[in-house]
Structures are given as C-alpha cells and as structure tokens.
C-alpha cells in the first residue's frame, strides 16, 4: 500500500511563498504521474498541478507563472512551490499519485493565506 505524506504546509501573508514536499512510501519512478490537488471549504477538489512520468508538467490557469510542480526521485519527493500567494489560494492541499488503475491520496497539509 502506498502512503504519501504532505507537509510545508501554514499560516502566509499574502505575497507570500510557500514550499510543499509530497514523500511517497515507495518510488516515485513507479507513478505514471503525481500531482497536487486543493480543496477550499464548501468547494469540491480541483487539480492544481500535475508532473507525468517523463517530467511533463501540467498546470491550471489560476496557478500558472505563480506555482512551479518538481519532482527528486532519489527523495521520492514531489514539490510544489507557491509564490504570489493569494487569500483565493487558502485550502487544504493534497498530493496525488496515479499508478494505473490505481489512485493515491495524501491526508492533506493546510494553506492559509491571510494577512
């Protein structure tokens, strides 16, 4: 069974950067891709960013030129690294792993962006 645990996660002032490291229990090499999802309260899961396995990388509009998605494979570790934190990007932020058919959840890391 595959675990991801998320952290990097808090409390930032708009303007601000934050960095989340997603590390997964086995190798990452293994995923067909990995990717971070947000959920703000009452609203439904939305994709942020994406990285296929060949280092492809997908993002949404609202995030783009803003959060860069990355990946060590030696750490086994996805990142996503904010700038230009905006209040709009408070949610909790969950890392994700396809590993066909087969999906994988993180439990979540908390953003907060508030001044």
């Known amino acids: 069974q595959v675990q991801l645990v998320e952290s990097g996660g808090g409390l930032v002032q708009p303007g601000g950067s934050l960095r989340l490291s997603c590390t997964a229990s086995?190798?990452?090499?293994?995923?067909?891709?990995m990717g971070w999802y947000r959920q703000a309260p009452g609203e439904q899961r939305e994709l942020v960013a994406r990285?296929?396995?060949?280092?492809?990388?997908k993002y949404v509009d609202f995030v783009k030129g803003r959060f860069t998605i990355s990946r060590d494979n030696a750490k086994n570790t996805v990142y996503l690294q904010m700038n230009s934190l905006k209040p709009d990007d408070t949610a909790v932020y969950y890392c994700?792993?396809?590993?066909?058919?087969?999906?994988?959840w993180g439990q979540g890391t908390q953003v907060t962006v508030s001044s």
């Open positions: 994700n792993a396809l590993q066909f058919p087969r999906e994988y």
């Open positions: 990285i296929i396995r060949v280092g492809i990388t």
């Open positions: 086995g190798s990452i090499s293994s995923f067909d891709a």
